[in-house]
């Protein structure tokens, strides 16, 4: 049976996809991401040129409670090759899926990436970080879900407003983490915090 963790700050249980590889840590939880995993679909196919489409990456799901929310960690990468990464990750199928990522681009520079994926994956740079750590959040505003990152956990910078449908009632949210090209890498997330609380404005910093 896969790993099942509980974590204090979150009210629904998680799940592991793959054993072995997340662990609790003293105030957050710990991932060793296996190599060559990631959750990406190449728009452009293999003929494109871009990065290999796999769907295999190590992530650690539940269900949250139903109605508005805010979900956000402090994310920290022992970054090795191009492309690790720990996300926050939200599922809503196979095909129906994003990741809110604190990634390692080919320049070898921390940044903030989001992707969005309905059949294939809409990639997005949004800035490069100085430092090894990040926060990142998600929040479902009714239909809808947003991005925002911090440099301190306190004033949030928007990345991405979206949609994966009207049936939020059967998303699952989460942790994921990745090293397409390398051999694998260390994610930290702690000041892990859930709350049911609505947004109410996107771009003010809150």
């Known amino acids: 049976m896969a790993d099942r963790i509980e974590l204090p700050t979150v009210p629904f249980p998680l799940s592991a996809s793959h054993d072995g590889v997340w662990r609790r840590d003293e105030g957050g939880l710990v991932a060793d991401a296996p190599g060559h995993t990631d959750f990406y679909v190449n728009p452009g196919g293999a003929e494109s040129g871009d990065a290999e489409s796999m769907l295999n990456a190590a992530t650690?799901?539940?269900?949250?409670?139903?109605?508005?929310?805010?979900?956000?960690?402090?994310?920290?990468?022992g970054f090795r090759a191009q492309y690790d990464a720990g996300v926050l990750f939200l599922w809503s199928g196979a095909a129906s899926w994003?990741?809110?990522?604190?990634?390692?681009?080919?320049?070898?520079?921390?940044?903030?990436?989001?992707?969005?994926?309905?059949?294939?994956?809409?990639?997005?740079?949004?800035?490069?970080?100085?430092?090894?750590?990040?926060?990142?959040?998600?929040?479902?505003?009714?239909?809808?879900?947003?991005?925002?990152?911090?440099?301190?956990?306190?004033?949030?910078?928007?990345?991405?407003?979206?949609?994966?449908?009207?049936?939020?009632?059967?998303?699952?949210?989460?942790?994921?983490?990745?090293?397409?090209?390398?051999?694998?890498?260390?994610?930290?997330?702690?000041?892990?915090?859930?709350?049911?609380?609505?947004?109410?404005?996107l771009r003010d910093g809150s």
């Open 60 to 77: 650690l799901l539940g269900m949250p409670p139903e109605g508005d929310f805010q979900f956000s960690a402090r994310v920290s990468v």
């Open 98 to 201: 994003a990741k809110f990522c604190f990634e390692f681009s080919p320049d070898r520079e921390p940044m903030v990436v989001s992707v969005v994926t309905r059949g294939v994956s809409d990639d997005a740079n949004a800035y490069t970080v100085p430092g090894q750590s990040v926060w990142l959040r998600v929040s479902r505003i009714g239909r809808t879900y947003a991005f925002h990152a911090s440099g301190d956990g306190k004033t949030w910078r928007f990345i991405r407003v979206f949609s994966l449908g009207d049936e939020v009632g059967s998303h699952r949210i989460g942790f994921e983490a990745q090293s397409p090209t390398g051999d694998g890498c260390s994610v930290t997330f702690d000041d892990i915090r859930f709350v049911s609380e609505r947004l109410v404005e």
